[in-house]
């Protein structure tokens, strides 16, 4: 079974500059989150889509983070414009159901200059 | 509020000792919990879970955990540890009707030869 694949795996770009990650969840998984990692922390919830649709976004700095998952199975998420604070890897991860396990992607290590 | 508390940053363990990880919770209603572990530059892997049923969960790598209700916890171990065992450890917490994880501060886990 193939994992949760994202790209890219490293991005660095200047502050106000806009970025976009990929996130492919494992076939069949429902559910889809984008978290949020700084260095030696917890993950941070940014968003949940089930299938195609939000579930929960409120953890989503709306003014600079879009998120979208238009078919029900890849998704994206961008930031436009980048801040410094924004340094962090970004972390997708998919589960089949309401109580199995979130599988996680490698993540996208993004620093912003 | 709904809490996981994982109290130690670091953990301290010669090879072939055993190895323990703390981790307790605080809940409405039964808790599912998880454990998580990563590696250096890696996403998180998945380790094990308890839903329901014996309070000896096994996982992956050998490692294993005890629910306790009475005590709130769900402690981390493994008979004997590896130095590859050294990395990053998250304990977790399903809650709320989008069952989304409440993520543990997370403990580095350092295994000495």
């Known amino acids: 079974e193939a994992g949760v694949a994202q790209s890219p795996r490293y991005k660095i770009i200047e502050k106000r500059q806009s970025v976009a990650f990929w996130c492919n969840p494992i076939?069949?998984?429902?559910?889809l989150y984008w978290y949020q990692q700084i260095l030696g922390q917890g993950p941070k919830l940014l968003i949940q889509?089930?299938?195609?649709?939000?579930?929960?976004d409120s953890q989503l700095p709306k003014d600079r983070f879009s998120a979208e998952r238009l078919k029900g199975v890849d998704s994206t998420l961008k930031i436009q414009p980048a801040k410094l604070e924004d340094s962090a890897v970004y972390l997708c991860a998919s589960k089949a159901g309401s109580y199995n396990e979130q599988f996680f992607g490698p993540g996208t290590r993004l620093t912003v200059l | 509020a709904q809490s996981v508390a994982q109290p130690e940053d670091q953990v301290n363990v010669a090879e072939g000792n055993p190895l323990t990880v703390k981790c307790t919770y605080s809940?409405?209603?039964?808790?599912?919990l998880f454990w998580y572990v990563q590696y250096p530059n890696r996403g998180l892997q998945f380790l094990l879970k308890y839903i329901t049923g014996d309070n000896l969960v096994k996982g992956s790598y050998g490692f294993e955990a005890e629910f306790n209700k009475s005590q709130t916890s769900f402690h981390l171990k493994k008979p004997s540890a590896l130095v590859s065992d050294s990395a990053l450890y998250f304990c977790?917490?399903?809650?709320?009707?989008?069952?989304?994880?409440?993520w543990g501060a997370g403990t580095k886990l350092i295994i000495k030869p």
């Open positions: 889509f089930q299938n195609n649709g939000v579930v929960d």
């Open positions: 076939s069949g998984h429902a559910t």
């Open positions: 977790a917490v399903l809650v709320g009707s989008n069952y989304q994880l409440i």
């Open positions: 809940v409405s209603g039964n808790p599912y």
